[in-house]
């Protein structure tokens, strides 16, 4: 694909352009990914913490929200009910 829009015609201050915002944002962007999967961690604790064992909202409200929960319901019940130790709160990265 050639022109404006191909990697073709990007000159090499574009490029640098990209890669310097690329290096400056990457950390960003990976604190935003991990805020985004507490907080939905938490929302379905909140709705579906029923199913750990932890009566927090009403059953009525449990049900409105479930077709929206059902698709991360497996992989979030996994997640709460794996073993923890000290390396998952620690940062390698």
Known sequence: MSGKHGEKGK???GKLREFLYGLAMHEAA???IQKKAHFEHLF???TMGNLLG???VPHYYTLRLLPYAVPRLA???RYML???DLTDKA???
Do not use: T, Y
């Open 30 to 32: 990976l604190v935003a």
């Open 75 to 77: 992989g979030w019940k």
């Open 44 to 46: 379905m604790l909140i």
């Open 82 to 84: 794996r073993e923890k």
């Open 54 to 56: 932890v009566p927090i």
């Open 11 to 13: 000159s090499i201050w």
């Open 91 to 93: 940062d390698f990265g």
